[in-house]
T-cell receptor, first 114, second 116 residues
Framework: DVKVTQSSRYLVKRTGEKVFLECVQD?????MFWYRQDPGLGLRLIYFSYDVKMKEKGDIPEGYSVSREKKERFSLILESASTNQTSMYLC?????????????FGDGTRLSIL | AQKITQTQPGMFVQEKEAVTLDCTYD???????LFWYKQPSSGEMIFLIY??????QNATEGRYSLNFQKARKSANLVISASQLGDSAMYFC?????????????FGKGTLLTVNP
């Protein structure tokens, strides 16, 4: 079974802090994704990566950056956290190809910015 | 840009009955894929079923089947013999192919409640 592990289930940070959300997958997947999920808005893509050191902006990249130094790890960085970044963050991975492979998700991180 | 519409914010079904969750999509691409995911209250997203735009047969996975009507751009999820554990949020998503920039676009979800 594919395992996608997010470092924290719950996280509380303060406005202005630099926040790191870590995601690790154990299936040698090429593709990794970061989403945020808000009530009534569904899932929205923040950033994704096709390969090590590669990254692409999703629909809502403002205020975020990412890092992928190793194939199995994809980090989401909130450069200066703000209260409107309070949300559920979901990491996912999938194998390569043309995208007909399902994305496998971690359990999510509920981030609160005070 | 892709758009997914799930018109039912909430649905109720009696245990052991079948239920259909609606999904329509809007894409100009000829090649695309459709996914359904389930999200229980615990939060994890669970992949249920996939349908490719060129697949001639409707996809089935156990109690899940996809009623794919390409001309109507509709991909409804049918759950047969509902179980209490099916109570969850269900998301439809469309994937489109396009060079190096592909992505999955999700609908806003339908909350399914299975009553005993």
């Amino acid at each position: 079974d594919v395992k996608v592990t997010q470092s924290s289930r719950y996280l509380v940070k303060r406005t202005g802090e630099k926040v790191f959300l870590e995601c690790v997958q154990d299936m040698d997947h090429e593709n990794m994704f970061w989403y945020r999920q808000d009530p009534g808005l569904g899932l929205r893509l923040i950033y994704f990566s096709y390969d090590v050191k590669m990254k692409e902006k999703g629909d809502i990249p403002e205020g975020y950056s990412v890092s992928r130094e190793k194939k199995e790890r994809f980090s989401l960085i909130l450069e200066s956290a703000s209260t409107n970044q309070t949300s559920m963050y979901l990491c996912a991975s999938s194998s390569g190809g043309y995208g007909n492979q399902p994305q496998h998700f971690g359990d999510g991180t509920r981030l609160s910015i005070l | 840009a892709q758009k997914i519409t799930q018109t039912q914010p909430g649905m109720f079904v009696q245990e052991k009955e079948a239920v259909t969750l609606d999904c329509t999509y809007d894409t100009s691409d000829q090649s695309y894929g459709l996914f359904w995911y389930k999200q229980p209250s615990s939060g994890e997203m669970i992949f249920l079923i996939y349908q490719g735009s060129y697949d001639e047969q409707n996809a089935t996975e156990g109690r899940y089947s996809l009623n794919f009507q390409k001309a109507r751009k509709s991909a409804n999820l049918v759950i047969s013999a509902s179980q209490l554990g099916d109570s969850a949020m269900y998301f439809c998503a469309v994937f489109t192919y396009g060079g190096s920039n592909y992505k999955l676009t999700f609908g806003k979800g339908t909350l399914l409640t299975v009553n005993p």
